[in-house]
């Protein structure tokens, strides 16, 4: 897998889909750390047009091109919609070094909330669909200030009514800046 690119496991693209835009905040939360991240794919059209054929009876809508077509694009973001967001740590502990391999799970049992609304994320992806059982990992690069992100998460088509988180998704980001700790509380 390439960095800088969303992969949505078992769609029309194995490729993937380049990341457009991406950030990472970091926020005071009471006396701890709260991570946003939010991220954008270019049109999944964008790289290679897939001519959908009529004929064929895609097992799914996941797996039908023209239905992809119809959203454009993705965006997974724990700020855009919503206040979400993760706890990562206390403030006197946050620093790079703290960060470096850390990985955090985040809404690892999505079906077990009430609420959708109180995931830590959201997505547009084909609707407003659901997301959950995230796996973040931070990597620091050398004693810079950067960090390679590998983000893995599934997916329930909730806009047509499936509820199942089965879709997989793996998000790579080669080099995103150590954020700095805004000054107000959320």
């Known amino acids: ?75 997974l973001s724990s700020n855009y919609w919503h206040n979400g967001g993760f706890r990562v740590c206390a403030v006197a502990e946050y620093t790079p070094e703290l960060l470096d391999g850390l990985e955090v799970v985040v809404d690892p049992n999505p079906e077990a909330l009430k609420d959708w609304d109180d995931l830590a994320f959201h997505i547009y992806l084909l609707g407003h ?13 050398g004693n810079s200030m950067q960090f390679k992100i590998t983000w893995l998460g599934a997916i329930a088509q909730a806009y047509v009514g499936d509820y199942e988180f089965k879709h997989e998704f793996t998000a790579l980001v080669d080099a995103a800046e150590f954020p700095e700790l805004s000054s107000r509380n959320a």
């Open 1 to 75: 897998m390439e960095p800088d690119r969303i992969y949505f496991k078992d769609n029309p693209w194995p490729e993937g889909h380049p990341i457009k835009a991406f950030s990472w905040l970091a926020k005071v939360v009471g006396e701890d750390v709260w991570f946003d991240l939010h991220l954008e794919s270019v049109d999944y059209y964008a790289e290679r047009d897939i001519e959908d054929d009529e004929d064929v009876d895609y097992p799914s809508d996941w797996a039908a091109p023209i239905v992809w077509g119809n959203y454009h694009s993705c965006t």
């Open 129 to 141: 669909d659901a997301v959950g059982k995230h796996r973040i990992r931070f990597e620091r690069i």
